[in-house]
Structure formats: C-alpha cells, structure tokens
C-alpha cells in the first residue's frame, strides 16, 4: 500500500503560480513513477504530468507544457507540481498518483494508489 496525501492548492488570479505537493507514505516511493491527474465535473480525469522514479524523465499533457514542472525528492517521499503562469481553464481538483511501472503514463488506469485531491481555482 502507498498513501498519497496532496497539499498545496487554494485560489490564485490567472498568470499568478502556485506548487502542488504529495507526501507519500507505506511501500517504497521511489519504486513507483508518479503522475498528476486533474479532474473538473463533467469531465474525465485528465492527465497532467508524470515522473519516473529517479526523476530523470518526464512527461506533461500538451496543456500544460512550458507552465507546469513535476519534480520528486525520494529522500523527502514527495512529488511535487510547479504550475505557473495559469489560467482560469487550470481550475480543477489535482489528485497525485503513484505507477507501478506497467501501462501507459498517460492512462489513469495504470494507476495503483490515489491521493484524496487538492482543489486549485484560478479567477480571471
């Protein structure tokens, strides 16, 4: 079992920039790759980025390229999500998540463990 426990969200003005945190806890973290996924009602779960777990690679939905980072501090069981400059359409509920290495990134589905959500809003 892996626990993920977001923080870090609230309310910001479009363009203003807020970091996303997941503390995680249980099995070893950073035998994991780890993504972050977005959820607004009416929607599906959307992808936004992910991390391998040595941090080496990364990957990001083609929304959010050159706005948002991911990084990980295994030694600290954490991922984290830089999100600047965002924009009203960047409101939602951003859940982290943790891959076991087998699927796609990019497909929720591959997910085994899911944090409880952290809701960012952005006013125009």
């Known amino acids: 079992q892996v626990q993920l426990v977001e923080s870090g969200g609230g309310l910001v003005q479009a363009g203003g920039s807020l970091r996303l945190s997941c503390a995680a806890s249980g099995r070893t973290f950073s035998s994991y790759a780890m993504g972050w996924f977005r959820h607004t009602p009416g929607k599906e779960r959307e992808f936004v980025a992910a991390?391998?777990?040595?941090?080496?690679?990364?990957y990001y939905a083609d929304s959010v390229k050159g706005r948002f980072t991911i990084s990980r501090d295994n030694a600290k069981n954490t991922v984290y999500l830089q999100m600047n400059s965002l924009k009203p359409e960047d409101t939602a509920v951003y859940y982290c998540?943790?891959?076991?290495?087998?699927?796609?990134?990019?497909?929720?589905?591959?997910?085994?463990?899911w944090g409880q959500g952290t809701q960012v809003t952005v006013s125009s």
């Open positions: 998540a943790a891959h076991p290495y087998s699927g796609s990134y990019f497909d929720r589905r591959s997910y085994d463990y």
């Open positions: 991390i391998s777990w040595s941090g080496g690679s990364t």
